[in-house]
């Protein structure tokens, strides 16, 4: 059974950090490209952040200079690591990945950004 479960959210003032992990099982972690996405209440999901399993990474201009993705691929784990954070940062984050054209999401951790 595949399963993603993401990490690390929270309640964080403008301009802090936050650290987001995404555990995965049940699937060749390292075969995988992990992609983290996220919601905002009354929005569309959008993609955040890539890494492909050549370790090349891809970013929405909106997080470009602020956040990095990584992957442990001993671990099972890809990090979403948030600097500088917004309130406009504020929705749920999700991690995602498609194996045999099927895609898998995690439950999401909440991120909430005061100003």
């Known amino acids: 059974q595949v399963q993603l479960v993401e990490t690390g959210g929270g309640l964080v003032q403008a301009g802090g950090s936050l650290v987001l992990s995404c555990a995965v099982s049940g699937i060749p972690f390292s075969i995988n490209t992990i992609d983290w996405y996220r919601q905002a209440p009354g929005k569309q999901r959008e993609l955040v952040a890539g890494?492909?399993?050549?370790?090349?990474?891809n970013y929405a201009d909106f997080v470009k200079g602020r956040f990095t993705i990584s992957r442990d691929n001993a671990k099972m784990t890809a990090y979403l690591r948030m600097n500088s954070l917004v309130p406009e940062d504020t929705a749920v984050y999700y991690c995602h990945l498609q194996y045999w054209n099927v895609d898998y999401w995690g439950r999401g951790t909440q991120v909430t950004v005061s100003s």
């Open positions: 890494i492909a399993t050549s370790g090349s990474t």
